[in-house]
């Protein structure tokens, strides 16, 4: 079992590396050297958190991995279901800029995760149809594809997210930050185009302190004068 364990995680990281290498290209090309730096630490943190998370469970048994699935998913699902009460209460819209390389990423992801989740759909009925050993085996193999369902809606839905500047706040990856919480903003030197906002803390759990959004040209001095309006530099 911990060689079948460390086969699948080494799987994993051949998979996860060259996805890194590219999300680290057009981070480079889209906000800057430094930022794009900043997000592939982030995401290597993630990576090393997730690969922990993993070898914890292994140990924990079925029953800990049904339970993360299932918890998981009901995440997923209260954010998707409290989004336009989330976005109601950030105010009326002030500028939607539109969709950015970050969201077309995680589209790109979350049709891949959507792929993986229909093989795993197939292989999970053709497990269920062969028989299986007790009930427990059946909720295991259930939460194995609630997890990945899961998982993939959660990408697609951050992928057709829309950066909006709100009345109240900003809406950005389907998470609201209200105007408060902003300490200052600048644009990049090297590109123009691109906006740090920084927080006085992180909006979420393992999220950086910043934000580094690539603003379309013909946007910018709309979005400069929002900022400038609500964010005391």
């Known amino acids: 079992m911990m060689l079948e364990f460390f086969s699948t995680g080494l ?12 999300a680290y290209a057009i981070s480079y090309r889209t ?6 730096q900043r997000r592939l630490g982030r995401s290597a943190l993630l990576i090393l958190l997730a690969f922990f998370v993993g070898f914890g469970l292994h140990f924990l048994g079925k029953y800990g991995s049904i339970s993360i699935c299932f918890l998981f ?3 997923v699902v209260l954010w998707l279901l409290t989004w336009n ?11 939607d800029v539109g969709r950015f390389s970050r969201s077309k990423l995680m589209l790109w992801v979350g049709v891949l995760e959507a792929l993986l989740a229909v093989f795993n759909t197939w292989s999970a009925i053709n497990t269920i149809s062969t028989g299986l050993g007790n009930d427990t085996e059946l909720v295991q193999v259930i939460s194995q594809l609630v997890f990945f ?16 500047f709100r009345e109240n706040g900003i809406c950005y990856m389907l998470s609201v930050v209200k ?54 530099n």
């Open 31 to 36: 906000i800057g050297h430094q930022a794009a």
């Open 179 to 232: 105007w408060e919480k902003l300490t200052s903003y600048r644009w990049n030197q090297e590109k123009p185009s691109i906006v740090t906002i920084e927080f006085k803390q992180p909006p979420y759990l393992l999220s950086t302190g910043f934000w580094s959004v690539p603003i379309p040209s013909a946007h910018r001095d709309t979005v400069e004068q929002i900022l400038a309006e609500h964010v005391n």
């Open 85 to 95: 009460w989330r976005k109601k209460k950030a105010g009326a819209l002030l500028f």
């Open 11 to 22: 799987i994993l990281l051949i998979i996860f590396l060259p996805a890194m290498a590219i």
């Open 149 to 164: 369902w899961s998982l993939a809606i959660y990408f697609l839905s951050s992928g057709l997210s829309r950066l909006e």
């Open 73 to 75: 998913a009901a995440y």
